[in-house]
């Protein structure tokens, strides 16, 4: 466990060095902020949670029973589980390629799988549609064949999985990049494989980055709205995600059943929030 | 490893438990011991988005009892509602969908040209696609404090009217019929008349929606004094005891007609039986009597008797008394509010 302390070294540093210098009295300026915080942040917040329960513990609970709620949030959570998992994979294959082998092309590459964040949602879905939509550049040889990507759960996994494709990348590539090789040299020497080297030696080490990433990934699936809303067609009981039931109930003037799904989304991202924060900050 | 202390053991099951509770609950309707033993049959089913309240709560759960009283079956409805446009567009780009209600049939139009459906192939079906419809209106502010009685004291100097965009909603489509038709039938001699009277609305127009639904959310936040919409909508509200505003019902006005239309591509050979049978549901006595209960007006003129909600319009139009859709679209939306109304406006 001892290589987990490296990525947070600087960490340490910077909390030393804040106890050394003596502080002007914070009040003033941490009051001012948090003045700007409240309308900005916290009274937003409290709002969700507030509406949520207006009509009582009981509306609250018969809003998140109704079927349609229980099967958003479901299909929310597997497509979030599924996408965790599966960027995990390739996340960490891609940032273990683009960290330990030099090649021509590695910047340009280092560059597009990194782009996604860059990227509006809403463009995600639209140049998945183009794809492999029955009218995309694909989905028009895909689509006499009764294959049909879009509008189906498979669509939305596509979708999620290229939004949030960054994020398990950039807590993986990091780590990989400052984790000294020489421990990888060792256990070739001692005539390890690559594949044992990496299995033994590397990813131990990564095991906490792979968390933190899965983690990202899997808040960043859940909240998805703009490139699932244009490849997920919408249906309820079907496709129809937590985000996207909670945006259709709020057009149709549901406010109670939006709410309900809204507090519960809002409480899962605190906790893995809060997870986030004991991995990543205090993670030795 | 060295020793396994409580804390970092616990450190790892707390979240560990968490994801694995989260994972079971959605998997839960999945797994082998708790599916159902036979899966429902389904119709997949788009409508616009006024429509959604209806067929949720009055007209699926209908049908699913007459179904299952015939053939024991259980049928499972999978829909989506939103603005009529979007849901065309969705169609278009490849949704699944079964049968869609649309509120103009302008959109079906569209279907038919994008090759999803036959050309006029809802005109087989009973009342030519027309499942049902409703008048436009105007809601004012309780009390009516700035006295409007028509559309044409929606011209008066001071007034401000709410309008869904005519770019994106099909409720502002039906309104522009609704406000040129008013004029001109009004006063049919004079060939102005029907301009001037858009002309003089649009003059007081201070806020534009995205869709007849968002308009109305505006209006209800407090913009302007009066907004053009669906009677169904404001009946749908005023039976709930929710309606914060006043119906005017004026002189003159158009009802929208909502086009029903079966997308086969999509129906396997299978459905087509259950297909049929839900289709002629829709114009049966028993749905059209949940469509008036709902505040539309039936397409049979003896079932609207039933809701004492309904106003008195002493002069309803339809579109067919502008040539059709097609014609209407070209002549009135594109002819006379585009090129006419909005240039005299940009001046």
Not at chain 1, 213 to 225: D, M, P, R
Not at chain 2, 27 to 37: G, I, M, S, V
Not at chain 2, 78 to 103: D, H, K, R, W, Y
Not at chain 2, 137 to 160: E, S
């Amino acid at each position: 466990m001892s290589s987990m302390s490296r990525p947070n070294r600087s960490a340490g540093n910077r909390r030393g060095s804040a106890g050394a210098v003596a502080q002007p009295s914070p009040w003033l300026p941490v009051g001012m902020l948090i003045v700007v915080l409240l309308p900005l942040l916290l009274m937003p917040l409290a709002a969700v949670f507030i509406f949520a329960f207006r009509g009582g513990v009981g509306a609250f609970i018969a809003a998140l029973l109704i079927p349609d709620a229980q099967f958003a949030l479901r299909f929310s959570l597997l497509i979030a589980f599924a996408t965790a998992f599966l960027n995990g994979l390739i996340g960490t294959f891609a940032a273990y390629v683009l960290s330990r082998y030099r090649f021509p092309g590695e910047r340009p590459l280092n560059i597009v799988v990194n782009l996604p964040v860059a990227i509006p949602t809403v463009v995600v879905g639209t140049s998945l549609l183009l794809l492999w939509g029955p009218i995309g550049l694909l989905g028009r040889w895909l689509d006499p064949l009764g294959l049909q990507p879009m509008f189906t759960p498979f669509g939305v996994l596509l979708a999620h999985l290229f939004v949030t494709f960054p994020y398990m990348l950039s807590t993986i590539k990091p780590l990989l990049d400052e984790l000294e090789t020489t421990y990888e040299e060792a256990a070739y020497t001692i005539g390890a494989s690559r594949w044992q080297t990496f299995w033994y030696v590397t990813l131990p080490a990564l095991r906490g980055g792979i968390f933190t990433g899965a983690l990202l990934t899997f808040a960043h699936s859940l909240g998805e709205f703009g490139a699932t809303v244009l490849v997920s067609g919408n249906l309820r009981l079907r496709t129809q995600t937590a985000p996207l039931y909670i945006f259709a109930q709020f057009e149709a003037g549901n406010i109670a059943a939006a709410n309900a799904v809204a507090a519960v989304l809002a409480a899962l991202s605190f906790v893995i929030f809060f997870f986030l924060l004991r991995y990543t900050g205090n993670g030795r | 490893m060295k020793y396994v202390t409580l804390a970092p053991y616990l450190r790892n099951v707390i979240p560990l438990t968490l994801l694995s509770t989260l994972a079971l609950y959605a998997l839960w309707p999945w797994l082998p011991f708790t599916r159902e033993a036979i899966a429902p049959r389904t119709i997949v089913f788009y409508g616009f988005s006024i429509l959604g309240s209806v067929m949720e709560q009055a007209i699926f759960p209908a049908f699913q009892a007459q179904w299952y009283a015939q053939t024991g079956e259980q049928v499972e409805f999978i829909s989506s509602f939103a603005g009529s446009g979007t849901i065309t567009n969705q169609i278009v780009m490849g949704v699944p969908a079964e049968l869609a209600l649309l509120s103009l049939e302008l959109d079906a139009l569209r279907l038919s040209e994008a090759g999803v459906i036959d050309a006029e192939s809802w005109h087989d079906l009973p009342e030519r696609g027309v499942v049902n419809r409703t008048p436009f209106v105007i809601l004012v502010r309780p009390g009516n404090p700035k006295a409007i009685h028509d559309f044409a004291d929606l011209t008066r100097p001071g007034i401000g009217v709410v309008h869904p965009d005519p770019l994106t909603s099909g409720g502002a489509n039906w309104a522009i019929v609704a406000e040129y038709g008013a004029g001109a039938r009004a006063d049919p001699d004079r060939p102005e008349a029907g301009y001037d009277l858009l002309l003089g609305i649009w003059r007081n127009v201070v806020a534009q929606a995205a869709s007849a639904r968002s308009a109305r959310t505006q209006f209800e936040n407090g913009f302007g004094d009066a907004l053009i919409t669906y009677e169904q909508e404001a009946l749908y509200d005023q039976a709930r005891g929710r309606l914060q505003a006043e119906i005017i019902y004026p002189q003159r006005t158009i009802l929208s007609e909502h086009t029903l239309v079966v997308i086969e591509r999509h129906t396997a050979l299978a459905q087509r039986e259950l297909i049929a049978a839900f289709v002629q549901f829709l114009w049966s006595e028993p749905a059209q009597r949940l469509f008036v209960e709902y505040g539309y007006r039936s397409v049979y003129e003896e079932l609207n008797r039933a809701n004492p909600q309904f106003g008195a319009i002493h002069d309803p139009f339809m579109i067919d008394d502008f040539g059709g859709w097609p014609q209407a679209k070209r002549d009135i939306v594109e002819g006379i509010w585009k090129d006419r109304v909005l240039q005299e406006l940009e001046q």
